[in-house]
């Protein structure tokens, strides 16, 4: 299963490990309290990797499966495929259960701490389900849902829709409020300790929104892009904003930002990842991995080729990416880097490890 190292600059420890898992992903691979990695693939594969670079088992869906998986509090793993389905998967990798949608679900789930589910469907309704599968309530919506929705510490829903409006949902499934934002909602949102919501819509804006639904203030970025904000330990949001990572204070001024030109263009699409000391890591749209402090102040970088794979780091600061390699394909790659994820309510995309979509208390 091992592979050959990746050429690396700056700071970056050796390569602990690869895999060959030879198909795509742009999944961002959960981590189990073990150290069990699990990610989807475009063929429809779910892997389970142990910490330790073996292949644990690997479950077949009907479709690609553009959702990262989320853990229950019994290590269940839940995830959506284009088959329309979203599924439970035990962690011997048996099937628990699917429920059927009308539609791909792109959707990455949520986990509340009573192991109840919700996600959203190109069918255009955002469902809650229980941990046996049945379905607790259902929330229409006018249009396609692809953003992955956030828990707040009080338990509230958030998400938004391609029909402009962003919404908060009781745990009830009651509509607590709704936001009309201008633009399509693709990208997740990020929750801060005070409760702040923080998302981009695709007319080029940044939004931060409060917990009651006012808009706190707006930024424009003009970037389209589905890069979803994370919270360093300052309160610096970090986002990608078609070829740039942007830097933010929580007032909602730009503090620098980091172009990483390409030609043609190659926009930054995956989520950046905020680390402890103020370093952040995120993905070029040419596939190379940057760590850094500041604007031109790179720790590290590590060229992977074409992924739009979402970086994961484990709580003992192992960092896990995809890689392409000549004549195998993709890669599943682990690197011990001398940082962990940053100590605030939102650092990476789907908020922890496990990706529970829940913010940090």
């Known amino acids: 299963m091992a592979g050959a190292g990746t050429a690396a600059t700056g700071n970056l420890s050796n390569l602990l490990w690869s895999v060959e898992i ?11 309290p073990d150290g069990t990695i699990y990610l989807g693939t475009f063929r429809g594969k ?10 644990k088992w690997m479950f077949r869906a009907g479709r690609e499966i553009k959702s990262s998986p989320a853990l229950g509090p019994d290590g269940t793993v839940y995830f959506g495929c284009r088959d329309r389905k979203f599924y439970a998967v035990s962690p011997q990798g048996k099937l628990k259960w699917f429920f059927p949608t009308g539609g791909w679900v792109d959707s990455s789930p949520a986990v509340g701490l009573d192991g109840n589910v919700f996600f959203g469907s190109w069918d255009s309704n955002f469902y809650s389900l229980d941990r046996e599968g049945g379905k607790r309530w259902q929330f229409q919506t006018g ?10 510490a009080d338990g509230r829903i958030y998400f938004g829709s391609h029909d402009r409006k962003f919404y908060a949902l009781a745990a009830d499934g009651t509509k607590a409020w709704e936001l009309g934002v201008g633009g399509a909602v693709i990208s997740s949102p ?8 923080y998302f981009t819509s695709v007319n080029g804006v940044f939004h931060a929104v409060d917990p ?37 204070d929580p007032e909602g001024k730009m503090k620098w930002k980091q172009p990483w030109p390409a030609d043609p ?5 995956t989520a950046p990842v905020a680390l402890t000391d ?3 890591c995120f993905l070029s749209g040419y596939g190379t991995l940057i760590g850094l402090v ?5 720790r590290w970088s590590i060229h992977l080729g074409h992924t739009d794979f979402n970086p994961a780091i484990s709580p003992d600061g192992t960092l896990y990416t995809s890689a392409q390699v000549e004549n195998v394909g993709n890669v599943l790659r682990a690197f011990q880097i001398k940082a962990r994820l940053a100590r605030s309510a939102w650092p990476k995309f789907r908020g922890d490890a496990a990706n529970t979509g829940r913010a940090a208390r």
């Open 22 to 32: 030879r198909e795509s992903s742009d999944s961002c691979p959960a981590i189990a």
């Open 46 to 55: 779910l892997w389970a990797v142990t910490a330790v670079g073996r292949e």
């Open 143 to 152: 249009g396609p849902i692809v953003c992955s929705p956030a828990i707040s």
């Open 190 to 197: 990020a929750v801060s300790r005070d409760g702040t919501l």
């Open 212 to 248: 009651d639904g006012k808009t706190r203030w707006q930024l424009r970025t003009g970037g389209i892009t589905e890069s979803s904000p994370v919270i360093g330990e300052d309160g610096t949001l970090y986002v990608g904003v078609n070829e740039d990572l942007w830097a933010i």
């Open 265 to 269: 263009p190659m926009f930054i699409t």
């Open 278 to 280: 103020s370093l952040v």
């Open 294 to 298: 500041g604007p031109e102040d790179r």
